[in-house]
């Protein structure tokens, strides 16, 4: 069982080596997180490799946040709170969170009202006018995890920046106060990379990928109620479907 | 209707301006792709820039690949070729390909017989010892689009490297010749970034963002029967999906 292979006849430190190992390790999800991580002594004995090298990966995992040391316990594998949404039902950020034991919380960045504009009248048609827009940013515990820009018809709405949208669902307002019926979504997903304002509220490099889910949603009878546009950190969010084999 | 708003009093070239706005127009699907292209003088008009700057801009938006002129009939908005795929039915790449009118095309890369590692021990069990490993690179038209690693076990399709994996479907092999029966499969999305091999194969940049969709198949009884990592085009590939809103 030699978990830990390093290679010694190319032109890179074994620590380094021995580092870039278990990263990927832990990213297929072989070491999982909150588990906890071999000793320095098994790790020794399995590559073969000298202890200033072990440990010298092992606080550079620390520092970079893959492994932490719990006093007493051992080194672990660092909690990187993956969150993750099936694919099943439409539930609301909250509920996801909520579902996996974990806290959501959500910061109205701002909301303000604004004119129809080409990609709004394609969604809701040349009628409506006027409409919300709210830039959200979403917590999971202390991590923001998303940002997103959401459009609401203000005739479905009137009224609503009174309410405290930090505090308070949407489509929660918009079902008991606003009588709408919530019926489906359309979503659609891509991988990006996160633009500059964007990095700064989620917390990420520039550079750095996120997912920018599109999503309409429509109520009962099939009228779109609402349009966001979220951008998920890419380190953090998974996606979760299954799907069955068409019958042919 | 000025739907070229450009900003004098900020310090940025208009052209770059007027470039940047044309842009997120073709991004959020104002511009739809194949669609002609208003004119420059509709430009300069709802602008109110000079036909040099008006120009610049289309000229640099041709070289950059965001339009194309087409000889004796205008300028079009470049086909990105965005490859949808709905997340209704489990189907293979060709299927998805094929229903929206393009050509899907497959390049094996490589087969080889692996060793179970730690990864492939938890998905199909200790039991199994020796897989098979799959590169492959498949096209939409010309266009590289997925870069795919599959996983079979060797007791499932034994003698697998004898077909011509770049023109058969795995899944109609393994149906036709191993009589597997194909029930059910589990993905997994995250945004992610290329690197530097794979960005070779997908002919775009390191840096880009990729989306990694991770599947596990089973068939009928639920037994596992392959395991892929697909590495997606973030520039092309776009998933959809529609959800009912749970009831309460």
Do not use: C, H
Request: net charge neutral; glycine share 6%.
């Amino acid at each position: 069982m030699n978990n830990f292979k390093v290679n010694k006849d190319i032109p890179m430190p074994l620590y380094y080596q021995l580092q870039q190992t278990i990263i990927e390790k832990i990213n297929s999800g072989i070491f999982e997180e909150n588990e906890i991580f071999p000793t320095e002594q098994v790790i020794i004995k399995e590559s073969g490799l000298s202890r200033t090298t072990v440990r010298q990966a092992i606080d550079n995992l620390v520092n970079e946040g893959y492994l932490e040391k719990r006093r007493g316990v051992g080194t672990f594998v660092t909690s990187r709170k993956r969150n993750y949404w099936d694919l099943e039902k439409l539930r609301s950020f909250r509920e996801e969170v909520e579902m996996r034991g974990s806290v959501s919380s959500t910061k109205l960045l701002f909301i303000e009202k604004i004119d129809s504009n080409e990609k709004l009248e394609k969604i809701f048609g040349e009628d409506i006018k006027k409409f919300y827009k709210l830039e959200r940013l979403r917590y999971r515990d202390e991590t923001p995890v998303i940002l997103v820009t959401t459009y609401v018809p203000m005739n479905y709405a009137e009224g609503l920046e009174k309410y405290d949208l930090s505090n308070n669902s949407l489509f929660d307002i918009l079902k008991k106060d606003y009588g709408v019926k919530i019926g489906y979504a359309e979503k659609e997903f891509r991988s990006n990379i996160v633009d500059k304002n964007d990095a700064n509220y989620l917390d990420i490099g520039e550079g750095a990928p996120i997912q920018k889910v599109d999503t309409i949603t429509y109520d009962e009878k099939g009228i779109p109620i609402e349009y966001s546009i979220s951008r998920d950190r890419g380190d953090i969010s998974v996606y979760k479907v299954r799907l069955n084999y068409k019958s042919e």
